[in-house]
């Protein structure tokens, strides 16, 4: 059953065995960070007591060790997301990083005059590097507006979409409404106007199975830490005739064929894009991270995301005093709830159900022009992970109805 699911793999991750501030910790924050199972753990832990060695550069049998465990990572990242190749994955530390090295790189091919199409309800990394490089190189940055149930239409999108459209990059899922874009449909116009296209999944790849083949994005960017690996190790996909075609952004060691004193050629692929010594523990723990994540497979995390949010939304909507802020219904949305108390600022709701154990995120998300253009000052935000489970929302409803109580409302 949906209950056993989650019940089953929860055991797996030992943080969330214990008790905060008295209570079993109910951890709804995964939209900022998820937690490690005991395999991700031990897989680190490994490399680093048996193969810790610079990669790449050394004859000796550690650093030769430590190359492969690189490259394994790497091409078990490479068959997750099912790319041509593993040069088309590039190693870096999060999404923002992946999304700056792309914009800064992608400054060779752009021209005055071009557009770049995002939406407003970007997080702040996948808006800032456009700003700049539309700045830089003196282009047209676009927005794209949901409506009032939180999509954004055709309509829009073909209004703002055309043959001046450089580049259009839009996130797979809101880090804020939890909406899920279209991203495949947009991808197949964008590419009729002769676009780039970028694809943030760091809200994608860890809940929906994600295939570059079928997307056929042109470059897809995602952490490792909100799918169960480690902090500090991310992914910047490309299609590899592209990657060949930019410039490195970050230049130093291990991304070099040759420097004089005077010049210097870079390295093939990946390397190119990888200067200085890279994160392998990283890498090795997002490969078990994926590892756990395949065994028990992307649709059925999905589905029990669903039932989850789904159950979620109906408790909260028998709150008059809850103000949801993102769509109701499930068509085209994830697992990631936004909402207001009547009269409660965000961070007292946070506080106050953080006395009861429950983690929530509250804040504007890095995701300010979206809530201006909402009008919402801040918003608390729960977030939905496989190891969560129904009895958890219920005790979240119950967190829910003591900051009423708190704050005077009577229950
Ligand atoms: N894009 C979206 C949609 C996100 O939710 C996040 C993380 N909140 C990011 C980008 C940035 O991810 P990171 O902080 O790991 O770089």
Same mark, same amino acid.
């Given at each position: 059953?949906?209950?056993?699911?989650?019940?089953?793999?929860?055991?797996?991750?030992?943080?969330?065995?214990?008790?905060?501030?008295?209570?079993?910790?109910?951890?709804?924050?995964?939209?900022?960070?998820?937690?490690?199972?005991?395999?991700?753990?031990?897989?680190?832990?490994?490399?680093?007591?048996?193969?810790?060695?610079?990669?790449?550069?050394?004859?000796?049998?550690?650093?030769?060790?430590?190359?492969?465990?690189?490259?394994?990572?790497?091409?078990?990242?490479?068959?997750?997301?099912?790319?041509?190749?593993?040069?088309?994955?590039?190693?870096?530390?999060?999404?923002?990083?992946?999304?700056?090295?792309?914009?800064?790189?992608?400054?060779?091919?752009?021209?005055?005059?071009?557009?770049?199409?995002?939406?407003?309800?970007?997080?702040?990394?996948?808006?800032?590097?456009?700003?700049?490089?539309?700045?830089?190189?003196?282009?047209?940055?676009?927005?794209?507006?949901?409506?009032?149930?939180?999509?954004?239409?055709?309509?829009?999108?073909?209004?703002?979409?055309?043959?001046?459209?450089?580049?259009?990059?839009?996130?797979?899922?809101?880090?804020?409404?939890?909406?899920?874009?279209?991203?495949?449909?947009?991808?197949?116009?964008?590419?009729?106007?002769?676009?780039?296209?970028?694809?943030?999944?760091?809200?994608?790849?860890?809940?929906?199975?994600?295939?570059?083949?079928?997307?056929?994005?042109?470059?897809?960017?995602?952490?490792?830490?909100?799918?169960?690996?480690?902090?500090?190790?991310?992914?910047?996909?490309?299609?590899?005739?592209?990657?060949?075609?930019?410039?490195?952004?970050?230049?130093?060691?291990?991304?070099?064929?040759?420097?004089?004193?005077?010049?210097?050629?870079?390295?093939?692929?990946?390397?190119?894009?990888?200067?200085?010594?890279?994160?392998?523990?990283?890498?090795?723990?997002?490969?078990?991270?994926?590892?756990?994540?395949?065994?028990?497979?992307?649709?059925?995390?999905?589905?029990?995301?669903?039932?989850?949010?789904?159950?979620?939304?109906?408790?909260?909507?028998?709150?008059?005093?809850?103000?949801?802020?993102?769509?109701?219904?499930?068509?085209?949305?994830?697992?990631?709830?936004?909402?207001?108390?009547?009269?409660?600022?965000?961070?007292?709701?946070?506080?106050?159900?953080?006395?009861?154990?429950?983690?929530?995120? %509250?804040?504007?998300?890095?995701?300010?022009?979206?809530?201006?253009?909402?009008?919402?000052? %801040?918003?608390?935000?729960?977030?939905?992970?496989?190891?969560?489970?129904?009895?958890?929302?219920?005790?979240?409803?119950?967190?829910?109805?003591?900051?009423?109580?708190?704050?005077?409302?009577?229950?």
């Amino acid at each position: 059953s949906k209950q056993e699911f989650a019940a089953k793999y929860k055991r797996d991750f030992p943080i969330l065995k214990q008790k905060i501030n008295g209570h079993d910790l109910i951890y709804f924050d995964n939209a900022a960070t998820t937690q490690k199972p005991e395999s991700v753990l031990q897989a680190v832990n490994e490399y680093n007591r048996k193969f810790n060695a610079n990669p790449h550069r050394g004859a000796h049998t550690l650093s030769v060790r430590s190359t492969q465990a690189y490259e394994a990572a790497r091409e078990k990242v490479q068959s997750f997301i099912n790319a041509a190749s593993p040069a088309e994955i590039i190693f870096t530390r999060n999404t923002t990083e992946s999304l700056n090295l792309l914009a800064n790189s992608l400054e060779a091919i752009v021209k005055p005059g071009d557009e770049i199409l995002i939406s407003v309800l970007e997080h702040h990394s996948n808006i800032l590097p456009w700003q700049q490089l539309a700045e830089r190189k003196n282009l047209t940055l676009k927005y794209l507006y949901p409506d009032e149930n939180f999509r954004i239409s055709q309509e829009e999108f073909e209004k703002k979409l055309s043959s001046k459209t450089k580049i259009l990059s839009i996130s797979q899922m809101s880090n804020v409404t939890g909406v899920v874009n279209p991203v495949k449909e947009m991808a197949v116009k964008a590419h009729q106007q002769g676009a780039l296209v970028v694809v943030d999944g760091a809200q994608g790849a860890p809940h929906l199975k994600t295939d570059m083949q079928d997307l056929d994005a042109d470059f897809y960017a995602f952490s490792g830490h909100k799918m169960l690996g480690p902090l500090g190790i991310g992914v910047l996909y490309g299609k590899e005739n592209l990657l060949n075609e930019l410039p490195p952004f970050l230049k130093g060691g291990g991304m070099i064929e040759y420097v004089t004193e005077d010049y210097s050629t870079y390295a093939e692929l990946p390397e190119k894009f990888e200067a200085g010594t890279p994160n392998v523990e990283g890498a090795v723990g997002l490969q078990a991270a994926i590892d756990y994540l395949e065994n028990i497979g992307m649709d059925a995390i999905w589905e029990h995301e669903l039932g989850l949010t789904e159950y979620a939304l109906a408790r909260m909507s028998e709150l008059d005093y809850v103000e949801i802020a993102g769509p109701l219904d499930l068509e085209k949305r994830g697992g990631i709830i936004s909402f207001n108390l009547t009269g409660i600022h965000s961070h007292d709701l946070a506080t106050i159900v953080d006395s009861q154990g429950v983690a929530i995120r %509250s804040g504007h998300h890095c995701a300010q022009p979206l809530m201006k253009y909402y009008n919402f000052n %801040s918003t608390g935000r729960a977030s939905f992970y496989l190891y969560n489970e129904r009895s958890e929302v219920d005790k979240f409803i119950l967190a829910l109805k003591k900051v009423r109580e708190v704050f005077g409302y009577g229950s």
